[in-house]
């Protein structure tokens, strides 16, 4: 935040912000909104869509058509949250944070109902996520935050998640995501090599956009980088870029041309649209808010979360309350954890799943797998061993002084293991508009 003196007793605030692009039934009935000048300061501007000059959006051509097997729409019908998600493996999927863990008018979206789409041809496929019907639907989840800062810090350049479905239904192929520095990047955008496909609630009834050419930079005419980077939490994960985005377009793929006959790649996830709003005060008192700037959308870069696709996809993960109560004990043992023993996957488990993972050195994905349980189990019998004159003698293993943890008992819904359930019929409803 930054004051500027003004005439008289008013001083104008510039308050930064960050906007989701997901979109409700009410954002995107309501259009372009501005903030009330009656609302409070940290109340977020609501920016459904976020164009940049001429309107650059049109139809996918032909020669990306591919593309639409492998970049689907996500949706939640009780909170109407409805994203862009895309392909990263045959059955897993990449889009942004928010979609799946944002409040929505106070409700939370119902991870066993969040549905993933793809439309290819006459072809529609659906899947949930991995274990929707238990209660490890999250441990099939990664994520890079779960909570949202609209206001600085902001959260952005945290706002990735990586899903595994439910049914391997990416059977048109996936998208690469390629690690690339921002300023490789940036000059990619520069020749013209840098573009976005996504849903758009405003745009053709379901269709996906294309959108080209895209600008990826880091100073603007309102505000420079140096001042920016000051916003946002691991600015360096945090990309800033100008194609046009609508209501639906939080989880799209930022694609860069990989030339021929390489098809495109991913390098980054937008996920929502960073503004800087004007407020007038007088006595500390707002007496005027002014329509936000939009400075740029901004995207996640894909070294954040490239790491956690091969994870996901191929590691086995907790499937049992008793196994999390362990995987949580071994936590508090080596002082990572201070949270209950309730063998929930909540936001400081994975916290300190993240803290351990980087204190061996290991790429941080915060995934309750059985290999990380089993680590802590050989660490355990490793340390119970002692060796005196380099003989190999082993002595017994000592007890441990630490009290036996209290255990939340779980609840009835823990008791079975996922399975993959057979086809999903349920029908398609964008919420109808």
């Known amino acids: 935040m930054q004051a500027f003196q003004g005439w008289g007793m008013r001083v104008i605030v510039l308050l930064c912000q960050i906007v989701a692009c997901a979109a409700t039934m009410n954002a995107a009935l309501a259009g372009p909104l501005v903030p009330s000048r009656e609302a409070s300061r940290d109340e977020a501007a609501l920016v459904p869509v976020a164009i940049f000059g001429t309107d650059d959006r049109r139809d996918l ?24 998600a895309f392909c990263v493996d045959r059955d897993v999927i990449a889009t942004a944070a928010h979609c799946l ?4 008018n106070g409700r939370l979206p119902d991870l066993s109902e969040v549905t993933f789409r ?6 529609q496929l659906n899947a949930g996520i991995y274990a929707r019907r238990t209660a490890f639907t999250k441990h099939y989840i990664a994520v ?14 945290r706002d990735w998640a990586v899903v595994k479905l439910e049914r391997p239904i990416c059977r048109f192929g996936a998208l690469r995501v390629e690690t690339r520095p921002v300023p490789e990047l940036m000059k990619r955008s520069e020749e013209g090599k840098i573009f976005q496909i996504a849903y758009h609630w405003d745009y053709k009834h379901w269709q996906l956009a294309y959108s080209m050419p895209c600008r990826i930079q880091r100073d603007y005419e309102q505000i420079r980088w140096k001042f920016i980077k000051q916003h946002f939490i691991d600015h360096e994960q945090l990309l800033l870029h100008n194609c046009d985005t609508g209501g639906a377009s939080s989880g799209s793929p930022i694609l860069m041309e990989a030339g021929p006959p390489n098809a495109p790649v991913a390098v980054a996830i937008n996920v929502g649209t960073y503004t800087r709003t004007r407020i007038l005060l007088k006595k500390g008192e707002v007496v005027k808010r002014l329509a936000p700037d939009i400075i740029a959308n901004t995207a996640v870069n894909g070294t954040a979360f490239a790491h956690v696709i091969p994870e996901l996809a191929g590691a086995d993960m907790i499937v049992s309350h008793e196994d999390m109560v362990r995987l949580q004990s071994e936590l508090t043992i080596r002082g990572l954890y ?3 023993l309730d063998g929930q996957l909540g936001r400081a488990t994975r916290s300190a799943i ?3 993972e980087s204190s061996v050195g290991q790429m941080p994905t915060g995934l309750p797998t059985v290999a990380l349980l089993h680590r802590f189990g050989e660490d355990r019998i490793k340390s119970a061993h002692t060796y005196s004159n380099g003989t190999g003698v082993v002595s017994p293993a000592q007890p441990d002084p630490t009290p036996p943890p209290q255990v939340t008992p779980p609840t009835p819904t823990q008791a079975q293991a996922p399975r993959r359930p057979a086809l999903d019929l349920r029908p398609f409803n964008p919420f109808s508009r």
């Open 61 to 84: 051509p032909d020669s990306m058509s591919p593309l639409e097997g492998k970049i689907g729409m996500l949706y939640e019908q009780s909170t109407q949250t409805l994203c862009t």
């Open 144 to 157: 890079g935050t779960t909570a949202f800062n609209n206001e600085p810090p902001l959260s952005a350049p």
């Open 101 to 104: 863990f944002q409040p929505k």
């Open 354 to 356: 993240i803290a351990f």
């Open 118 to 123: 793809l439309s290819y041809g006459n072809m």
């Open 338 to 340: 201070t949270g209950t």
